[in-house]
């Protein structure tokens, strides 16, 4: 990744925690906890990036990001579609 590019990723997360009032250790451990859960269902290929935003109303938006290669199979996902 380019130095300006992580400088840019740096800059808006610290805006989000600002004002969404997230202290980097709540985004580390619900980021750690996600890619744990998650590496349980799914092989992996990207790490876990949780956005969150804080909407008018004042709820929060959540949007979760992953990339996987396959679904872990174990007996509850015999029934998941192959491909």
Do not use: C, W
């Amino acid at each position: 990744m380019r130095q300006d590019r992580n400088i840019s990723v740096r800059l808006r997360e610290m805006l989000t925690h600002d004002k969404v009032n997230i202290r980097e250790g709540f985004s580390t451990a619900l980021n750690n906890d996600l890619n744990r859960i998650l590496g349980d269902y799914f092989e992996l290929t990207e790490p876990v990036n949780v956005l969150v935003t804080l909407m008018e109303d004042g709820a929060y938006d959540l949007k979760i990001h992953a990339g996987a290669s396959r679904i872990k199979q174990f007996e509850t996902t015999l029934d998941i579609k192959r491909f």
